[in-house]
């Protein structure tokens, strides 16, 4: 599901960009559109982000092994599902 969930923010990112681009279209959505992009992440942030949450990963089992165990909050995040994924 991670790998899904990056796709599909990649996709919307790349979708939005067309919308802003499309002079076919109101002016009004491309504006909406650019909008929504500036602050929108791009391609490259969210693959920052997968490297950075899969090196917290690393590191966070790798004190689990030498220390035992892990405050609970950081167990389940360690546990859980990555929210993104590489593709």
Known sequence: MP???TRSLVQ???FLQELAK???LPELMRRQ???LLRHYPSAQD???KIQV????REELALLADKHGLLHPVLAIWL???PM???E
């Open 33 to 35: 559109a650019k909008a």
């Open 53 to 56: 949450e899969s090196r917290c």
């Open 12 to 14: 919307t990112g790349e």
């Open 79 to 81: 546990g859980s599902e």
């Open 84 to 86: 993104l994924g590489e």
């Open 22 to 24: 499309n002079a076919e």
């Open 3 to 5: 790998h899904e969930r």
């Open 46 to 48: 969210i693959g920052l």
